[in-house]
């Protein structure tokens, strides 16, 4: 194939070109860029490059993703990457998923868009059902254990991924494609590009798309999918300097689907369990005069929306001030409305203290109190079921800076500069439910129902503002063979919270009055926290330091050490709430990981090879565990874990029709110490319950993953396979069984499963069409295993029954390419 023939042509002058694309903001582009010039080896082979830096790192690019399915998340797509694990709800990357990057969970992982930072302002979730259409990726750069000195992230103990939009051509081009597949998918992607619009070589892309289908698992759910992106490029000179600006819209309307309690007589074992439906309801009226009953309608998973509306704009901006002196600005905003739950049920009557409101409780009694007529019967005797799904918009702004100063031709410094300030705005308004059981509205904020009092029912209310400012600063020695890298961040955080409802316990619950909210004493029984604001501060050095040694023409030995950071989310410091200001409890610890990274990579031609062992020291991990002096199960700090493991991937082309990929990792890790579960009485004594989490690993991240890609070309057909063996995931963190009523109702640990997908293109320029113009297949899942999906196996009890996803089934596509 071209692209293939392309990507293992030796060229040094394409060498600086594919260095730009290898770090997240403009500035560490820019810094690394020199790194890779040091090399003698042009580009990716098969769409994987091992970039020559003193990290952990790997590249891929559109040769490997454009073979993927249509619209496909890139979070999945970056499973062919050693030490990722990703379990996607469906086929298409429309539903979420779950991630793990050697052991750390997605909100440990830091994600950027063109430097843009993806994690979510609060609880730091990354959210694969909402990232850039596949085909704009110009490619995506997985760190597997450190970040840039200049990533302005709360949430980076873990790993960084970094994907980059591409520029748009310098010719006119327009692509069309249309795909057709497996439960009703029906996806369109357009894009037009205007070409040079003058001899300064401004240009410009817009691109759309537009993905449906049914819910893989129930039989009654939809998902909806649109994208809008634009991008308009305005190269300064012809030394590199240039200012881009771009636009992303997303537009999801998602039912949720497939979660099911892991127990061994729920979670399908073969596919008629899996492909079972859900079976459809019906709201029934209100009678007057009649204290009516809650309905159960819409109570089901499947009935649960997980609707989004996300944006940014995006500017990347490079200035050469003087010789050696560069200066980059990413200015960026970001808007997000989103929402995710299911029902509650409202009483039509008032709390006992008289108040309208939300008071936490059970899901089979009521949890809001209205004051008035909500099914709109006559009475306000009734129970009834609502939407009650919690709502969040965000507005994020930031901005990260560098300044590069070329001290000579072998040393080089920067100082960079990194903002970012989240509005994070949380509320819980209840909605109608439509006689068929789904919410009335996809966004109850839109349409609240409103209590006796005037103001909308909502179970929680609350405010953030996540703040940042980051310095830091890095140098680049090469002496030779050897190239030294060593840097520093110094982050500043800030999160002013103000929780507008009573904090009611430790794990979280409260009690929301609305307009009475000031004069509410509520239950002198019960112990809370009235509605208040708080302010936390974390600061903290953040080092690294790395180097890489040439050996010969294309092979290198690296190492690396970075320290990582992640503050508390807001969920967790609003928990804390709870706790007296003054209580050790109030103030929760941030989590802090040591990385080390010792390697060997082969760069060339018809090579592209790496290997590292890693070690993690991970401290001060933020965890579910008992509280002994409350008797309840909260957030805290639970002490250190050791991770350690291998990664490694050959990808190697003995001839350009054909090209081979391998990969794999091992992961171990260590929990330290045991952790208190809850609390018995001995010889008349209290003492402490404990889990025994010491030496055990931590649940809900594989053992180990390997697999392999081949393709090759004959005439205009060529022909993908690629395979993945995902190892067994522990179910939590002592190791043990899950077990109810002395009875075991789910091993210690999920099944290892195999996936394997195809893709097979077939270029139509035999038909007097141009070379643009193909047609795709994709099969995913081809033997349609039955397996355990993304989970969470962070619990430290072994009663506690986490729900899991059903793995997707297999699925067949079909799509025509069309471009000139």
């Not at 081009?173 to 249309?178: A, P």
């Not at 127990?263 to 009226?285: Q, W, Y």
């Not at 807001?570 to 050790?584: G, H, V």
Request: hydrophobic fraction near 35%; charge should be neutral.
């Amino acid at each position: 194939m071209k692209f293939l023939v392309a990507a293992s042509t030796i060229a040094l002058g394409s060498v600086a070109m594919a260095g730009a694309a290898h770090a997240q903001s403009t500035g560490s582009v820019d810094f690394e860029q020199p790194i890779i010039v040091t090399g003698t080896v042009a580009k990716s082979v098969a769409g994987v490059e091992t970039p020559n830096t003193t990290r952990a790192k790997q590249v891929l690019d559109q040769a490997i993703i454009s073979r993927q399915a249509p619209g496909q998340s890139i979070n999945d797509i970056i499973n062919l990457v050693p030490g990722v694990s990703f379990q996607n709800n469906d086929p298409f990357g429309s539903a979420g998923g779950t991630l793990t990057i050697r052991g750390f969970d997605s909100t440990r992982i830091s994600q950027t868009f063109d430097g843009l930072p993806l994690n979510d302002t609060g609880n730091y979730a990354l959210y694969s059902n909402q990232q850039l259409d596949p085909e704009l990726i110009e490619q995506v750069n997985v760190n597997l254990g450190s970040t840039d000195v200049d990533s302005p992230t709360a949430a980076a103990s873990g790993s960084t991924v970094n994907y980059r939009t591409r520029k748009p051509t310098e010719d006119f081009g327009v692509r069309m494609v249309g795909s057709a597949g497996r439960f009703d998918f029906m996806r369109v992607f357009g894009s037009i590009d205007t070409g040079n619009l003058n001899a300064s070589g401004l240009r410009a892309f817009i691109a759309a798309s537009s993905a449906t289908n049914d819910t893989i698992f129930g039989g009654i759910g939809e998902i909806n999918k649109k994208q809008i992106n634009a991008r308009i490029f305005q190269p300064l000179g012809d030394n590199g300097d240039f200012i881009s600006i771009a636009g992303h819209y997303n537009r999801n309307r998602n039912n949720f689907f497939g979660s099911v309690n892991l127990r061994s007589d729920t979670f399908p074992d073969t596919k008629a369990e899996r492909d079972i439906k859900t079976a459809r309801c019906t709201v029934p009226a209100g009678v007057a005069g009649v204290a009516d009953a809650a309905t159960s309608c819409g109570s089901a998973f499947d009935y649960r929306y997980n609707p989004s509306n996300t944006g940014n704009i995006r500017i990347n901006s490079r200035f050469t001030l003087a010789d050696g002196l560069v200066l980059t600005v990413d200015p960026s905003i970001q808007y997000t409305k989103a929402n995710g739950g299911g029902t509650l049920i409202a009483s039509e009557g008032l709390t006992p203290q008289g108040l309208s409101g939300f008071i936490q409780g059970s899901s089979s009694n009521p949890n809001y109190f209205a004051g008035v007529d909500i099914n709109g019967d006559g009475d306000i005797l009734d129970r009834v079921r609502v939407h009650s799904p919690s709502q969040t918009q965000t507005w994020r702004l930031g901005v990260i800076s560098s300044l590069r100063y070329d001290i000579d031709d072998n040393n080089t410094v920067r100082l960079a500069y990194s903002y970012d300030r989240g509005r994070h705005r949380q509320t819980g308004e209840a909605g109608l439910l439509a006689q068929n059981g789904f919410g009335a509205d996809y966004f109850p904020i839109d349409n609240p129902i409103l209590a006796k009092d005037g103001s909308s029912l909502q179970k929680r209310n609350r405010l953030s503002y996540a703040i940042l400012h980051q310095v830091s600063g890095e140098y680049r020695g090469d002496f030779k063979d050897l190239t030294v890298t060593a840097g520093v961040r110094m982050p500043f955080f800030r999160r002013n919270l103000t929780n507008y409802c009573f904090a009611t316990s430790a794990g979280g619950n409260v009690a929301c009055f609305g307009t009475d909210a000031a004069n509410a004493t509520y239950d002198a029984a019960t112990t809370f926290q009235g509605p208040q604001q708080r302010i936390f501060n974390y600061s903290k050095p953040l080092p690294t330091a790395g180097f890489t040694y040439r050996i010969g023409a294309s092979a290198s030995v690296f190492g690396n050490y970075s320290k990582g950071l992640q503050v508390p989310g807001t969920d967790n410091l609003y928990q804390s709430f709870f706790y007296a200001p003054d209580r050790a409890e109030a103030k929760p610890a941030p989590e802090t990981s040591h990385n080390f990274d010792l390697g060997f990579r082969v760069r060339s031609g018809r090579v592209q090879a790496q290997a590292s062992g890693w070690w993690t020291i991970y401290n001060n991990r933020l965890a579910s565990a008992y509280d002994v002096d409350l008797d309840a199960t909260i957030y805290r700090n639970l002490g250190r874990v050791d991770k350690y493991g291998i990664d490694g991937s050959i990808s190697f082309m003995p001839i350009d029709q054909f090209s081979l990929y391998l990969f794999g990792s091992y992961l171990k890790s260590k929990i330290k110490n045991n952790v208190v579960t809850g609390e018995t009485i001995s010889n008349g004594q209290t003492v402490p319950v404990f889990a025994q989490t010491a030496g055990k690993r931590e649940g809900g991240a594989p053992v180990y993953t390997f697999g392999a890609r081949a393709q090759g070309e004959i005439g205009p057909v060529s022909l993908g396979v690629q395979a993945k063996r995902t190892g067994p995931r522990y179910v939590n963190d002592q190791n043990l069984p899950i077990t109810s009523g002395g009875s075991v109702v789910y091993p210690n640990k999920t099944p290892a499963y195999t996936l394997v997908d195809l893709d097979a293109k077939v270029s139509l320029e035999f038909l007097g069409l141009n070379d643009k113009t193909f047609f795709q297949l994709n099969v995913l899942n081809v033997f349609d295993e039955v397996y355990v999906g993304g989970f969470s196996g962070t619990a430290t009890s072994t009663s506690s029954v986490p729900f899991a996803q059903i793995g997707a089934p297999r699925t067949v596509i079909g799509s025509i390419s069309v471009g000139f």
